[in-house]
């Protein structure tokens, strides 16, 4: 019996009350979940868990509220309204430990719905652009459902998967989901030439997507002997390559190699890390491992938030209680980083919010969530320059930030500086 199917044949095996494992990022399997979601009348309380998806997320919708409820471990911008008006809801976990979610029962997966490449001559697939959690899903799920796709790369690493481990296999033929990030603005560049002062010749580094990470990658070209140890990577990084700045000479484990769990960028990334076997695609349990990470030298990891306390505590994944994002894996970055021989963890944000609203605040919102504790905080930087809080008192703290804020918004925090600590 042929385990190719349609994609509504495959997902026939979903019943009312299971848990169902998502791919995310660029390999979500937009038609498995479309078929799915079609079966809505004969399901009740399918429970959906996935980190970030791209593209739409059918199940999320308010008229399918009895047959979906979503458990989203990373909040994205298509389950943002499910889960905050209570369809849903969000588990707060470092990106490291979801594997083990997984690994030791404690979500235990009834089904898996995975994006893989076409079967190579020996039968194996990948998981390709998003390996991260995706690997212990499919390895712990009692049913694998694979979309299988020409367009989806063949990546080295911890991704490949036998057609024996997979029940049905769904043929399509889909674009691969595309982010193209604009150029910096005035003020991100000069928070990207700010990190870029803080990143040493040698360092391995770990960053993600967006206009900062791209800023900071910009600022890299009089580098040496860069190193990428990261849980994901996007078009910045493979200029550098070309330009031989990341070479990954320098790193103590995986020299040569550029480490990630997961790639999202444009077709260019996903054609870079096509059977490459410079890209090592591997699980997220490892690459986020803190003991892993302070391995290599001079781990510079640059990391986003919200809004960051005059204390230095870190919020990232909401907005008060809104929630936003997820805790993904700052954390584990920020203290591996920190672990590591001439390491230097950052938190890198504009001063204030695109409404002028300062991210540098006496006290976080009501409700909102710490990512990084005070404790796990080195260096904070804005357009304004760098706050290096590490071995400081609260107070020492506070002056440092308040010396990066924007300048519209100090007399305010200094006044609040001095109500607390009398400074």
Do not use: W
Not at 39 to 46: A, F
Not at 68 to 76: E, K
Not at 383 to 400: F, V
């Amino acid at each position: 019996m042929s385990i190719y199917k349609s994609a509504d044949e495959a997902v026939k095996i979903i019943k009312s009350g299971d848990r169902v494992f998502v791919h995310g990022i660029s390999a979500t399997p937009v038609q498995l979940i479309q078929a799915m979601t079609n079966r809505h009348q004969e399901l009740k309380n399918v429970e959906v868990v996935h980190l970030h998806t791209e593209g739409p997320a059918p199940y999320a919708n308010p008229e399918y509220s009895d047959s979906f409820f979503v458990n989203a471990l990373f909040v994205g911008a298509n389950v943002r309204k499910a889960i905050n008006n209570g369809r849903g809801d969000y588990i707060p976990v470092f990106l490291s430990e979801v594997p083990y979610l997984f690994r030791n029962n404690i979500m235990p997966l009834n089904v898996a719905l995975v994006h893989v490449s076409p079967p190579d001559k020996h039968g194996y697939c990948s998981l390709g652009v998003s390996v991260d959690v995706a690997v212990a899903a499919v390895q712990e799920a009692k049913y694998v459902i694979a979309q299988v796709n020409p367009n989806m790369p063949r990546t080295h690493g911890d991704g490949l998967i036998h057609i024996n481990q997979i029940n049905a296999l769904v043929e399509v033929d889909d674009d691969l989901p595309e982010q193209i990030v604009p150029e910096p603005n005035e003020a991100e560049l000069r928070i990207g030439q700010y990190c870029s002062e803080l990143i040493d010749n040698g360092a391995t580094l770990q960053m993600g997507i967006g206009a900062i990470p791209n800023a900071v990658l910009k600022s890299l070209k009089n580098h040496k002997n860069l190193g990428v140890h990261t849980e994901m990577f996007s078009d910045g990084v493979i200029e550098l390559v070309e330009q031989g700045i990341i070479n990954g000479k320098k790193k103590k484990i995986h020299p040569g190699k550029i480490v990630s769990g997961f790639v999202m960028g444009s077709r260019k990334t996903y054609d870079f890390i096509d059977d490459n076997p410079v890209v090592a695609m591997l699980d997220i349990a490892y690459i986020n491992d803190t003991a892993v990470i302070r391995r290599n030298p001079k781990v510079t990891a640059i990391n986003s938030a919200v809004e960051v306390d005059l204390t230095g505590q870190v919020c990232a994944d909401s907005i008060g209680t809104y929630h936003f994002s997820g805790v993904g894996g700052q954390m584990d970055f920020i203290r591996g980083a920190s672990l590591s021989p001439g390491g230097k963890p950052i938190i890198a944000l504009p001063s204030t919010t695109r409404k002028g609203i300062s991210r540098i605040v006496p006290f976080l919102k009501q409700g909102a969530g710490v990512v990084t504790t005070r404790a796990h905080v080195h260096y904070v930087v804005t357009e304004y320059g760098i706050a290096n809080l590490y071995g400081k008192n609260l107070g020492q703290r506070a002056k440092a930030l308040v010396d990066i804020a924007h300048p519209n918004h100090r007399e305010e925090l200094d006044k609040a500086v001095s109500e607390r600590f009398g400074k």
